[in-house]
């Protein structure tokens, strides 16, 4: 492959992941507001478009004309710098998430995946750090929070950002020793690698996902309560609760830069679903069906990787439309008492598993 | 490419590390401190250290750093006051610094060519920086993580002091 050629199929696959990306992100907006509208007996948006389907696209519109006032008490540099750290963060991890397996087009062969190649041999082949960098990346995630909050120059919005900050902090700890189970019985940091660790079944059926296969369902739930805490979701959005600090951190903040708060929270969410589906549910392995035509099946491992996304998408809305919010306390305590032990004593075990398997 | 990349991320460095110097502000000299690491690891990942590159920005850049800030955030702390500066500091300074800096030159220019590699000879992938780890550095390693658990008692031991 010629130098313009990698360059223009790159410059192609950034555009359209990212455009899936940001088109799944404003209709998980819509899916929340529409699932959690139902389970509180409303109907939702319904009143743009069928089904209140074109909801995303009027309020990307409103977030864009609305007038966008910057408070005269902020700290202007850090004010304007904290959305876009944010938003570029969580957009960035994107491009490590390998999203199937090699597709040919027009005579060129490439993985579907942003910093995915074909080597010589024809395997493709990702960063051998990708999980690595994801971790990296949402670490310095927290800098857009802490610094919207520190740089709006308000009480609400100080203490959202302490909280996030805090919060975060500690929570990374259990997600990345909940990951580590995973790492161990995978032997690579590569994403595309742990994936093509799980494509095998047992019996013809029985997917060896590390989930089930290596035993880490353990992992996995700690894995998932830590990124609902990593992402601030319910039930550990105490960063922006409603009831005690106004909106948090982005309290001071209108139009556009609110949105991409907001959009940064999705796209994260997005990110951590894509994570959870490559580490403990096979990436996209699914059953295979052989009775279908071979141009749809071509698109299964899209379909099944979709639906893992989704399902998890899915779970976020319904915990929130289910569970009250944590105490600030019980949060960092269940952090650091229940999950981080557990996190810890899950790796031990699988640790000992692999060696005595080695 | 490579020597324009170095250039472009060490100048990042040194111009982060400058600016942490003369920043007035507390936090603005603790998003510095986060360019220069971010600048380190890019350098290290130059080098063909990519496991090193990622850890530091996860250890640095992302976690002891969210700490600084977090600091800084709790304190609230303000702008800082420029001293008037130091006698000592006016006249050996910038004498001291050139000296310095020529003896540095020349001990690379002396010993550094003998020690160039090619890039990705050296340990980058994480299970080479393990085995290296937990094989040739093991001593230094255990040593340090006993300092690390003193320097963990001791911050328990002084959080502990206003309680009796």
């Known amino acids: 492959m010629s130098a313009l050629t990698f360059l223009i199929v790159a410059v192609i696959k950034i555009a359209i992941t990212i455009g899936v990306l940001l088109t799944v992100v404003a209709y998980t907006v819509w899916l929340e507001r529409k699932a959690v509208g139902r389970m509180q007996n409303r109907w939702g948006p319904s009143r743009v478009g069928p089904f209140g389907l074109l909801q995303p696209l009027a309020d990307g519109a409103k977030f864009l004309f609305k007038e966008d006032v910057t408070p005269p008490f902020v700290d202007k540099p850090l004010y304007l710098l904290a959305p876009v750290l944010a938003l570029v963060t969580a957009l960035t991890s994107i491009a490590m998430v390998p999203i199937g397996p090699i597709v040919h087009l027009f005579g060129i062969s490439t993985p579907v995946q942003i910093t995915g190649v074909v080597d010589g041999a024809g395997h493709a082949s990702d960063i051998n750090v990708g999980i690595l960098v994801i971790l990296g990346l949402t670490s310095l995630g927290v800098y857009g929070i802490a610094l919207a909050g520190w740089s709006s120059n308000s009480k609400y919005s100080l203490l959202g950002s302490l909280r996030a900050a805090a919060q975060m902090v500690s929570y990374e700890v259990s997600l990345g020793l909940s990951l580590i189970g995973v790492l161990l019985v995978s032997g690579t940091l590569s994403l595309r690698g742990i994936v093509d660790a799980q494509l095998g079944r047992s019996f013809g059926f029985i997917p060896h996902w590390n989930i089930l296969y290596h035993g880490q369902f353990i992992a996995f739930f700690i894995y998932m309560m830590a990124a609902f805490a990593e992402t601030n979701r319910v039930p550990f959005d105490m960063p922006e609760a409603e009831t005690e600090l106004v909106a948090g951190y982005h309290t001071e903040y209108s139009a556009m830069k609110f949105a991409m708060f907001f959009m940064a929270e999705y796209a994260n969410m997005v990110t951590v679903a894509c994570v959870a589906t490559i580490m403990f549910l096979g990436g996209w392995s699914g059953p295979s069906l052989p009775f279908l035509p071979a141009a749809v099946q071509a698109f299964l491992p899209l379909v099944w990787f979709s639906c893992k996304i989704f399902f998890f998408l899915f779970v976020y809305i319904w915990i929130r439309g289910t569970l009250p919010r944590f105490r600030y306390d019980q949060l960092m305590a269940f952090g650091w008492k229940f999950l981080f032990p557990l996190a810890l004593a899950n790796v031990i075990v699988t640790a000992f598993f692999v060696a005595i398997r080695a | ?164």
């Open chain 2, 1 to 164: 490419m490579h020597l324009f990349l170095f250039l472009l991320f060490a100048m990042l460095c040194v111009g982060g590390a400058v600016n942490l110097l003369i920043q007035q502000k507390t936090i603005n000299s603790a998003l510095s401190l986060i360019v220069v690491m971010g600048s380190l690891a890019l350098i290290y990942l130059l080098l063909g250290a990519e496991f090193v590159a990622v850890i530091q920005v996860i250890v640095y850049a992302g976690a002891i750093m969210v700490l600084f800030v977090f600091v800084i955030m709790l304190l609230n702390a303000g702008a800082e006051e420029y001293s008037p500066g130091s006698l000592v500091a006016r006249i050996v300074g910038i004498p001291g610094l050139l000296v310095g800096s020529a003896i540095a030159v020349g001990v690379f220019l002396r010993h550094g060519q003998q020690q160039l590699v090619p890039i990705g000879a050296l340990y980058g992938p994480a299970d080479k920086v393990g085995i290296l780890i937990f094989t040739k550095y093991l001593l230094a390693f255990e040593v340090t993580s006993v300092l690390v658990l003193i320097a963990i008692m001791g911050a328990v031991v002084l959080a502990r002091r206003s309680d009796s």
